[in-house]
T-cell receptor, first 116, second 109 residues
């Protein structure tokens, strides 16, 4: 069966410090991978998605970046964190690109980031 | 740009009352999915609707996809305290999912 891991679970970082959040998927090959951010009490904002190794699409301009060095590894990074980067970061994966085919997104447990 | 609007933002009901949340997209969607997020947890997939006018049921939950594939609704009959959480719709267009802002449901026992 497939599983998705995210770490760390919680993180408190000072403004201006770097960030690296990691997401890995097990039990599937060539998944679509996604990074979302959820501000407190708000909806999910798509940050990045990837359909393959080295292929990253950015949805919103920001000081965050993403990389996919391996098929089942997705990393979210920042060189200098801002206060506004605080939030709940969720990684997700899905399988199919075909319209109409099952393409459920499976979410990881998330990382709660607080920037002080 | 692509948007999926979801209303209401909050809903407080007495246990046993019905609940409905609505999503509307500015453009036609390939499919629409619904997720539930319990307080402190991550979104969990509930269902996917693909066909125009499709209706699906899961026990007390009824999901509808509009004829134009631009809107959808989730209706819960006779809510229970276990229904508490935030319900999100997510419309798929090409390779991306556009999430609604969610409806937070609170059920008073």
């Amino acid at each position: 069966s497939q599983t998705i891991h995210q770490w760390p679970a919680t993180l408190v970082q000072p403004v201006g410090s770097p960030l690296s959040l990691e997401c890995t998927v097990e039990g599937t090959s060539n998944p679509n991978l996604y990074w979302y951010r959820q501000a407190a009490g708000r909806g999910l904002q798509l940050l990045f998605y990837s359909v393959g190794i080295g292929q990253i699409s950015s949805e919103v301009p920001q000081n965050l970046s993403a990389s996919r060095p391996q098929d089942r590894q997705f990393i979210l990074s920042s060189k200098k964190l801002l206060l506004s980067d605080s939030g709940f970061y969720l990684c997700a994966w899905s399988v199919s690109l075909l319209a109409g085919a099952p393409d459920t997104q499976y979410f990881g447990p998330g990382t709660r980031l607080t920037v002080l | 740009g692509q948007q999926v609007m979801q209303i209401p933002q909050y809903q407080h009901v007495q246990e046993g009352e019905d609940f409905t949340t609505y999503c509307n997209s500015s453009t036609t969607l390939s499919n629409i999915q619904w997720y539930k997020q319990r307080p402190g947890g991550h979104p969990v997939f509930l269902i996917q609707l693909v066909k125009s006018g499709e209706v699906k049921k899961q026990k007390r939950l009824t999901f509808q996809f509009g004829e134009a594939k631009k809107n959808s609704s989730l209706h819960i009959t006779a809510t229970q305290t276990t229904d508490v959480g935030t319900y999100f719709c997510a419309g798929r267009r090409f390779n991306k999912f556009y999430f609604g802002s969610g409806t937070k449901l609170n059920v008073k026992p």
